[in-house]
């Protein structure tokens, strides 16, 4: 039973190009979080999406970020015309429900680095 | 406004049992108790999770006292491998609020 899958592992941009990281969440799992975390912080909370739906975006920043859960296919964060600012560990995170005693699975994280 | 406040970091010898207190005073009755492990380049990890009183796995115990307004997670006889940053989280997605907020955890050295 696979757990929740990130690619790339490492990516690296230059200043505005386009980032696209992309997460599968563990089989069986409906709900997909994104996290940044910038070196020694904790995680922020970007956005929560469910299948085909965007739930609670209000982490994520308003212009150059967007985030998708398609019915099929891995959920994607998008990152546009990068800054150096956007350099960061991006973490998935998945579960089944949304259920206040349900813990999350987290990815290995895409390390995002931009020249 | 932080929902949970932690330790910044800790020391501890191998062989030593270490206990992390987090404050956490606005809980809501619906709302349970998670800890969260993370070593460096990887995601957290789900360590226990609790509503009251107490719980105890293979991995820590963590204990919660009757007004819920802390919680101790306690790692017995910790060693090198257990370094790493450790997240209280308070979970608040019934009320529509920003699910399992992350602050910035305790950071735990394992020192030989």
């Known amino acids: 039973n696979a757990g929740v899958m990130q690619n790339p592992r490492h990516l690296v941009r230059r200043r505005g190009q386009e980032a696209r990281l992309r997460c599968s969440p563990m089989?069986?799992?409906?709900?997909v979080y994104w996290y940044r975390q910038l070196p020694e912080e904790g995680l922020k909370f970007m956005v929560y999406l469910q299948k085909e739906n965007i739930i609670d975006e209000s982490g994520m920043p308003k212009e150059r970020f967007s985030a998708e859960f398609p019915k099929e296919g891995p959920s994607i964060l998008r990152i546009q015309q990068v800054v150096r600012g956007d350099s960061a560990a991006y973490f998935c995170a998945s579960s089944t429900t949304t259920a206040t005693n349900e813990k999350l699975f987290f990815g290995s994280g895409t390390q995002l680095s931009v020249l | 406004l932080a929902k949970t406040t932690q330790p910044i970091s800790m020391d501890s010898y191998e062989g030593q049992e270490v206990n992390i207190t987090c404050s956490h005073n606005?809980?809501?009755?619906?709302?349970?108790i998670t800890w969260y492990q993370q070593f460096p380049s990887q995601g957290p990890r789900f360590i226990i999770q609790?509503?009251?009183t107490k719980v105890t796995n293979e991995v820590a115990s963590l204990f919660i006292p009757a007004d819920r307004k802390s919680s101790t997670l306690s790692l017995p006889r910790v060693s090198l491998s257990d370094t790493a940053v450790y997240y209280c989280?308070?979970?608040?997605?019934?009320?529509?609020?920003?699910?399992?907020?992350f602050g910035k955890g305790t950071r735990l050295s394992v020192i030989a």
């Open positions: 989280l308070v979970g608040d997605r019934d009320s529509g609020n920003t699910p399992l907020v």
């Open positions: 089989k069986g799992h409906s709900h």
């Open positions: 606005n809980i809501a009755t619906n709302d349970y």
């Open positions: 609790g509503y009251k």
